[in-house]
């Protein structure tokens, strides 16, 4: 029997299990859309392809399967590659189905098409970030495609994959026995474990150092480990410091969690990495922002720690810190096995008072030390009092997406998150305009939760069509503008390096602030909002907008207040060079590192 491939391909989603598909329309995937018309999945039209894509990552990360984006060719593709790029930098699974020219006008410049340097091969613009990009060339080769897409992205180090379909195979009829196989290929791949005798290896390294500590990114969190590292951690009392990405991997209230590292990280926290004696990284690429630009001896000293690690991508073993140990594994499986073998080596575990009431201390100084900001009533609002306030009234269990500035730096450092997978941060490349398209998808995910974004006034006006989207779904999220009338962010580095803010504040031909008043836009999409007149307003609305059940909106005027941080981040001595640094590398071992954060 002969059926479309539009309405085989439809089939197919629903047989595994995808309930949704994010997109937008274009001449080339109407073929698409008329038999999503009537599916049993629902198809989640926006206003721009980076929507999105964002939506569809945010959609990933909590439902642990490869998201779909259905997106039309030239600008559709790329308007969606920085969404598609954001979740492959932070390893999230997605497939990308992009309509194309027919497939028999390739090279003739048919509308939309991008050939300047080869004929149809515009979906190559994806290779660099994707997985694997593949165009259908024959009908017959979609089944088999499909299959390999899915699984790709799934697999190994997760991440996106492209199927370019020139439209004209849309509306074609193939054979249904061609989908044959895909109800015999079981779409689980086994991830690899560590053996018995490798795990024992790494056991017996963090038994017999002095100073261990396991350093977690978000694969952790990517691959559902959360309850091994804690048994490995609570067992041997070793201490965690994370990633951005490792945020909620283990909860930041652990008398073990010390807290992020590199240059949102705290003098505390570098205290005990960089005086470890072995580091075990589970599932990080030990990057740049978390590693303080990989100057040695201010998080990490690779001169006095043996680095060891696991991770599900070959490439990452090794790549910025050798390696006494290193495995391609998955972080579950991988912790489970360690703790097994610990058990065996040392039956009794280990104690470490002493330390667990040094990071007691620790954290309960660094809370002391915002407990005034966080309670000041100034207006325009600190970032510490929003914080504090969303975290009084927001549920545990909620779901929180980031973007780019305080609410994402800030977060990391000051605001507790206790449970997996509820803190969705833009984490490789810190797209901005992440978080507002972010909490659609993660409703849609997450139905039963409560979820908000915390963005910046930048990072929502990058694009606030998301509002429509919300309307039109009834996809009832919080969106928590903290508005500075600013990129806030790039504002306070220019002014600390160059004394002024050019191209960063926004203002009025005259130079007096302009501030976009959100909560009005808001009305015009349909959505119920609310502009913040004082500080001690915001927390009955925030409550009355998570109880509202329905999509809100609240403008909240903010203080541009630089995220404190110790920390060290390399751009600051490319714009003020230092003279005990040089290309990237602190000259003079403990003295220089003291000498650079006294001129930070």
């Known amino acids: 029997m002969k059926k479309l491939i539009s309405e085989q391909l439809v089939d197919y989603l629903e047989r595994r299990g995808v309930e949704h598909v994010f997109g937008l329309c274009g001449h080339t995937v109407i073929a698409m859309l008329d038999p999503l018309k009537d599916a049993k999945l629902k198809f989640i039209s926006v206003r721009h392809e980076q929507l999105a894509a964002h939506a569809a990552d945010a959609y990933a990360r909590l439902t642990k399967k490869a998201s779909v984006v259905l997106c039309h060719l030239g600008p559709g593709l790329t308007n969606a590659a920085t969404g598609v790029a954001n979740a492959s930098l932070d390893s999230i699974p997605m497939v990308v189905i992009a309509g194309d020219v027919p497939s028999y006008y390739y090279g003739k410049h048919p509308h939309q098409e991008v050939n300047m340097h080869a004929d149809g091969a515009q979906y190559e613009i994806y290779r660099p970030f994707v997985k694997r990009a593949w165009r259908i060339d024959k009908p017959e080769q979609f089944p088999e495609i499909l299959d390999k897409a899915f699984r790709l992205a799934e697999s190994g180090r997760p991440g996106p994959v492209l199927i370019s379909v020139p439209m004209d195979m849309f509306s074609r009829e193939l054979d249904t026995s061609h989908f044959e196989r895909t109800y015999h290929d079981n779409p689980v791949t086994i991830r690899p474990a ?35 590292l804690k048994a490995l951690v609570e067992f041997l009392e070793i201490p965690v410091s994370r990633t951005l990405m490792g945020q909620g991997a283990l909860s930041d209230l652990h008398p073990l969690n010390v807290g992020v590292t590199g240059f ?90 002493e330390l667990k009431k040094a990071i007691a201390e620790n954290k309960a100084a660094f809370k002391a030390s915002n407990v005034e900001i966080s309670n000041d009533g100034r207006f325009p609002m600190t970032p510490q009092r929003i914080l504090k306030d969303v975290r009084e009234v927001f549920p545990e269990d909620g779901i929180i997406a980031t973007d780019v500035g305080w609410n994402k730096n800030g977060v990391s450092q000051q605001f507790d998150i206790t449970q997996p997978d509820t803190i969705l941060h ?67 580095l220019e002014a600390s390096h160059y004394n002024h803010t050019f191209g960063t504040v926004f203002r009025k031909p005259d130079g007096s602030s302009y501030s976009v008043n959100w909560a009005e836009i808001a009305v015009g999409y349909g959505v119920k909002s609310s502009r913040i ?50 290309e990237g590398k602190l000259i003079g071992g403990q003295a220089a590192r003291s000498k650079h954060v006294a001129t930070e």
């Not at 996809?475 to 790039?490: E, H, K, R």
Request: with cysteine; charged share 20%; glycine share 8%.
């Open 194 to 228: 560590l053996s018995k005798e490798a795990a024992q290896a790494y056991a017996k390294m963090l038994i017999e150092a002095k100073n261990p500590v396991i350093h977690v990114g978000g694969q952790v969190l990517i691959s559902q480990a959360s309850e091994e």
């Open 264 to 353: 949102w990280g705290c003098d505390f926290v570098h205290d005990i990495t960089r005086n470890a004696d072995v580091i075990f990284g589970v599932g990080t690429r030990f990057a740049e922002a978390d590693s303080s630009s990989w100057y040695n001896d201010v998080t990490f000293n690779a001169e006095k720690t043996k680095f060891i690690q696991v991770d599900l991508e070959p490439a990452e073993i090794g790549r910025n810190y050798p390696v006494a140990l290193g495995a391609v594994a998955d972080p579950k499986q991988a912790l489970k096995a360690i703790l097994e073998a610990a058990k065996e080596l040392k039956p009794e575990g280990i104690q470490r008072p």
């Open 426 to 492: 833009p984490g490789g490349l810190a797209t901005m305009g992440f978080g507002p398209a972010a909490v659609l998808g993660a409703k849609l995910a997450a139905p039963d939760k409560k979820v908000i974004t915390l963005v910046g006034d930048g990072g929502f006006g990058a694009n606030p069509s998301v509002l429509a989207t919300a309307v039109e779904y009834n996809i009832p999220v919080v969106w928590v503008i903290m508005n500075n009338n600013a990129f806030g962010t790039i504002a306070g």
């Open 533 to 582: 007149s004082s500080a001690d307003e915001f927390k009955a609305v925030f409550k009355e907008a998570l109880e509202s059940n329905e999509p809100y909106l609240i403008d909240v005027p903010m203080e541009n207040i630089p995220v404190p941080t110790d920390g060290i981040w390399n751009i600051n001595d490319i714009y003020s060079p230092k003279d005990n640094v040089a």
